[in-house]
């Protein structure tokens, strides 16, 4: 209508056809209606971001079929209440009470929820939750610098071992899944050819249990990655970091059809460990960890960190002979574990940046003052006071009683 009219829909204007809607359409009027006003809102900020010329979102799309289940609720539309010690249930409109398992407790004043659905780990709702920011006094512990990488999970410049991550799928669920996965080409080769692109049900039945396995794969490694970064945020007053551009260091070497890439698979194998070690999630968890135990994160180039001799500060490429792991100075003769220098760089970076410039990192000393930066883009935004918590949602029955009072 925009482009047409130059007339634009607000959201009070949509949330009244969705009224009109749910008069004459029986599959609207079975949903809550405050989670269609909810989805239109969302809709109209997102609009709003991407018009934003000082937002970094793009222009708004459909949600693909494989995207994750998900409603939101307002705060009027839900409510919870305890049950016992680690069981809650929370009120969804048109369904009644729905049990789930509380995983931490609800400090705070509920503002809303939003239940998600994966294929691994079922239903889950998530709360909104005004509560007062945490404010930790700043940490007098010491510094260290994190290489993170594919043979060497993370190794800290204090440590004189690598932090290794254990397989997130053991060699039987690798040939499991790579059987499904072929089974699945099978069946949908099968489906274009036969049945016009529809899916069957044993076709839906692979995809299911692909999801599953990746999703288990997922929670292990997103396991291992809350551990390495409490772990850092706790002991230290002082964490760097390399600031790594993750999508430039796995973009795809296949080139073009005049230019083909070489060595195609290779490059592929190696994206997948890097995104196997998910280094851009460590830096997002890094990022609001750190302000709540009062440390300080510094995210330095990492410019040279691996070329650099931590002894001398001699920048030579025949430093790595062979471009394995050791390190050998052609300088000094310094030699160490590649992975250990280069944390070693990185804290020394660190220290340099956070006395010369306090303003450019993150924790009590620095960009908390400025607001909080946004998870994905590091944009300084004011902070608002709200945090998440969480359960996994449990469908044990459904009462079809009023809400009760709010749980603080």
């Known amino acids: 209508m925009w482009d047409g009219r130059r007339i634009g829909l607000s959201t009070s204007a949509q949330c009244r056809t969705l009224a009109q809607a749910r008069k004459e359409i029986d599959w609207i009027a079975s949903l809550p209606s405050a989670a269609g006003q909810d989805v239109l809102r969302s809709l109209n900020q997102a609009y709003q971001n991407w018009w934003n010329p000082e937002h ?36 969804v409109p048109k369904m ?62 204090s440590e004189d071992a690598p932090r290794l991550m254990a397989p997130t799928l053991t060699k039987g669920e690798e040939q499991r899944l790579l059987g499904l996965e072929r089974r699945k080409a099978r069946q949908l080769a099968f489906a274009k050819r036969h049945n016009d692109g529809t899916y069957s049900n044993r ?29 850092l945020a706790k002991n230290h007053g002082l964490v760097g970091i390399e600031d790594l551009s993750v999508k430039n260091m796995t973009a795809s070497a296949k080139g ?40 300080v994160l510094v995210k330095v180039p ?43 760089n990185i804290e020394l970076l660190a220290r340099t940046r956070a006395h010369a410039d306090p303003t450019q990192t993150a924790g009590p000393a620095g960009a908390r003052s400025k607001g909080r930066a946004h998870d994905s883009t590091g944009r300084r935004k004011p902070s608002q006071g709200r945090k998440a918590v969480g359960g996994s949602v449990k469908p044990i029955r459904s009462e079809q009683s009023g809400p009760m009072g709010r749980v603080a």
């Open 56 to 91: 970094p979102a793009a222009r708004p799309t459909f949600k693909r079929r494989s995207s994750a289940l998900s409603f939101s609720l307002p705060h009027d539309a839900t409510d919870v209440r305890h049950v016992s010690r680690k069981w809650s249930e929370v009120w």
């Open 256 to 295: 073009t059809v005049e230019e083909p890439g070489t060595n195609v698979r290779a490059k592929a194998g190696l994206n997948r460990e890097i995104l196997n070690n998910a280094p851009f999630e460590r830096s997002r968890q890094l990022t609001y960890k750190v302000r709540r135990h009062g440390a």
């Open 96 to 157: 009644g009470w729905v049990r789930f398992r509380r995983h931490r407790p609800i400090n705070g004043v509920v503002r809303g929820a939003t239940f998600s659905y994966s294929p691994g780990g079922g239903w889950k709702v998530s709360f909104g939750v005004a509560a007062k920011p945490i404010l930790a006094p700043p940490s007098n512990k010491g510094a260290v610098g994190v290489d993170f990488g594919v043979a060497c999970s993370a190794y800290l410049s």
């Open 203 to 231: 076709l839906k039945k692979t995809n299911q249990e692909i999801a599953q396995l990746r999703a288990r794969q997922a929670r292990r490694r997103n396991d291992f990655t809350h551990k390495l970064t409490c772990d």
């Open 302 to 344: 990492p410019r040279n960190t691996s070329r650099r001799c931590s002894n001398c500060a001699v920048i030579d490429a025949q430093n790595r002979p062979g471009c394995g792991r050791t390190f050998a100075c052609v300088a000094c003769g310094h030699q160490d574990h590649a992975d250990h220098n280069a944390a070693r």
